[in-house]
């Protein structure tokens, strides 16, 4: 009988380092494993802050180009706006000019005014959106709309 004992001694002397470093290794185990799982969800985080930081950055960065673009191309657009205003005026300044030179000696104030109307209103501008108009500077009244 104490052979007996003395044999399941021996085993227990022999499996139960085993049994305890292999519950030990799973303690460890289960702890590697929930504080990696919560290193990762932290760096997921962090990750998709990162990403909305930088997205928003790139939003705004081209939301800023196109401005700059339009304000560009509005600016550049004006000034040719401008330059064709003033470049057709002053054909137009020209033509009526010339016409009254050429008949300023042979007919009425109200016939030049007549001719000048014809010779003025078919003129068109800016693909066909632009037309001219003369105001009186005398009576203040609109000769050609």
Not at 54 to 73: G, M, Q
Not at 92 to 114: G, L
Request: glycine share 2%.
């Amino acid at each position: 009988m104490i052979y007996e004992n003395e044999k399941q001694l021996l085993r227990l002397i022999r499996y139960i380092p085993i049994l305890v470093l292999a519950i030990i290794t799973v303690t460890i185990l289960i702890f590697l494993y929930f504080e990696n799982l919560n290193n990762f969800a932290k760096h997921k985080e962090e990750l998709h802050t990162n990403y909305i930081v930088k997205s928003k950055a790139l939003i705004k960065e081209r939301i800023d180009n196109t401005y700059d673009y339009i304000k560009h191309k509005q600016q550049s657009t004006e000034e040719e706006l401008v330059k064709t205003l003033r470049d057709e005026t002053n054909k137009v300044h020209a033509i009526i000019y010339s016409i009254y030179e050429r008949y300023k000696d042979t007919k009425t104030e109200e016939e030049i005014k007549d001719i000048v109307r014809s010779a003025i209103k078919p003129i068109r501008f800016n693909n066909g959106r632009g037309y001219f108009f003369i105001n009186d500077k005398k009576t203040h009244k609109n000769l050609l709309h």
